[in-house]
């Protein structure tokens, strides 16, 4: 028969190994801990991104049927020059998204509108001559889920470039752009319609994350094939 005193010393030699961790073993942990929040971050990241994308698809899809059924009603596609509505008080900057959102909020217009929550300022700009169904007087562009603005272009204004605000890296910068052009045929993509694009995640225009109403060729963004 075992004494007390004889238990307790076949337990502290069965259990010696179990008192604790080592520092090696510690670190190991942290640094596999840290492994599986870098990696639950990425997919999160991911699936927001991707999220977004899906988003800008959706917008530019609803946008396009807005577009259309202007067409419809009016027999024309919103201009994307500002002066076609009477607004000759304003900057060139974002001028064709401005000139399609005015139109599509214009007071005499009873189609459908944009939704409020894509609707932004980016340049800050206003104008007197402004009839919007809610008596706004800003000129506001519909922007994509990054926050920047679409460019909007309509066939008839395709060999001009225009001025898009891009919010890059924190701070707005103003670029040229232009519509473009399919590179197998050589003529501008939805040649007798009009042309939106979102510069994507990276809100740089003629970039591969580029999105639009048509079908992206990188190969087709170079400046040779936009004008």
């Not at 300022?121 to 000129?139: C, T």
């Amino acid at each position: 028969m075992r004494t007390d005193q004889e238990r307790q010393q076949i337990q502290s030699k069965l259990f010696a190994g179990e008192g604790g961790f080592s520092l090696i073993e510690i670190l190991v942990v942290i640094t596999l801990i840290g492994l599986l929040m870098g990696f639950a971050v990425l997919a999160l990241g991911g699936h927001s991104e991707a999220g977004r994308e899906a988003d800008c698809r959706a917008r530019i899809e609803a946008l396009s049927l807005m577009i259309e059924s202007h067409e419809d009603r009016t027999g024309g596609y919103p201009p994307s020059r500002l002066a076609d509505l009477g607004v000759e008080d304003a900057n060139d900057v974002n001028e064709g998204v401005e000139a399609m959102t005015a139109a599509l909020r214009h007071r005499d217009y009873a189609g459908r509108r944009p939704d409020e929550r894509w609707l932004g300022n980016v340049d800050d700009d206003r104008s007197d001559l402004m009839r919007s169904a809610d008596g706004s007087n800003a000129l506001l562009e519909v922007v994509d889920p990054w926050d920047n603005p679409f460019f909007y272009i309509v066939s008839d204004a395709y060999g001009s470039s225009s001025v898009v605000r891009l919010d890059l890296g924190g701070g707005g910068e103003d670029v040229d752009a232009y519509a473009v052009k399919n590179p197998l045929t050589g003529a501008f993509h939805r040649f007798d319609s009009f042309q939106i694009r979102s510069a994507g995640a990276d809100g740089v225009l003629d970039t591969e994350d580029d999105l639009a109403n048509f079908e992206i060729d990188v190969d087709g963004l170079s400046a040779a094939d936009r004008r």
